[in-house]
Each structure stands twice: as structure tokens, then as C-alpha cells.
């Protein structure tokens, strides 16, 4: 699957910012997907992930600012973030044809191209 994320920016602290993942190439509604981001000089990170049936998860310290959803009629998936802090700068990745091994994602093979969000004043 082919995926295109967008929708990154400069965000001033506390404002909020949608990302969008558009994907091509799949069933849409098959797949489990993710979101994952990486600040300059750490690893990347999990941020969330839906499953096929719209079970979402999220990284502990990130619930509640953020919302992933998917749309399966556009074949798109979203990160919906509110309250940006300035340690929620990195760039943030779209990924699919992971799978759960219960609540654990393992991601897939398809990475979007990552858009850059940067929360400063």
C-alpha cells in the first residue's frame, strides 16, 4: 500500500494540528495502521494505531491530545492533536499493513513519507 501523509506545520503551544495519511494500492478497511514520530535525535516512537474494526490505542502520555481515526470512504486515516506542547515536534509517520499480536502493534512495510510538526512560539 501506497501512503501520503500531510498536514504538518508550524503550531504555536497549545494550538492543535490534524495530519492526514492517505493510502492507495490495499483494501483501506483491511488494514491495521499507525502513527509513529521521531524528534530530532531519538528514536521513532508510537504515537497510535487503529485496528480493522476501529479499536485505537495510544502511547500513555498522549491520550487524551490526540485522536486517531480513519475514514474509510476516502481511504484515509487522521491524527487529530490538541494542546501541542513543544516536545510534540518531530515528524510524524503514517504506516499500514501492520498486525496486533493482542494489543501490541507490529508494524507493516508501508511508511508515508513523514510531514513535519513543530510547536513553537
Known amino acids: 500500500v501506497q501512503l501520503q501523509a500531510s498536514g504538518g506545520g508550524l503550531v504555536q503551544p497549545g494550538g492543535s494540528r490534524r495530519l492526514s495519511c492517505a493510502a492507495s494500492?490495499?483494501?483501506?478497511?483491511?488494514?491495521?495502521m499507525g502513527w509513529y514520530r521521531q524528534a530530532p535525535g531519538k528514536q521513532r516512537e508510537l504515537v497510535a494505531t487503529?485496528?480493522?474494526?476501529?479499536?485505537?490505542d495510544y502511547a500513555g502520555s498522549l491520550k487524551g491530545r490526540f485522536t486517531i481515526f480513519r475514514d474509510n470512504t476516502k481511504n484515509t486515516m487522521y491524527l487529530q492533536m490538541i494542546n501541542l506542547r513543544p516536545e510534540d515536534t518531530a515528524v510524524y509517520y503514517c504506516?499500514?499493513?501492520?498486525?496486533?499480536?493482542?494489543?501490541?502493534?507490529?508494524?507493516?512495510?508501508?511508511w508515508g513519507q513523514g510531514t513535519q510538526v513543530t510547536v513553537s512560539s
Open positions: 487503529i485496528a480493522e474494526g476501529g479499536r485505537t
Open positions: 504506516n499500514a499493513d501492520g498486525h496486533f499480536i493482542g494489543t501490541y502493534y507490529y508494524p507493516g512495510g508501508s
Open positions: 494500492g490495499s483494501i483501506f478497511s483491511a488494514n491495521a
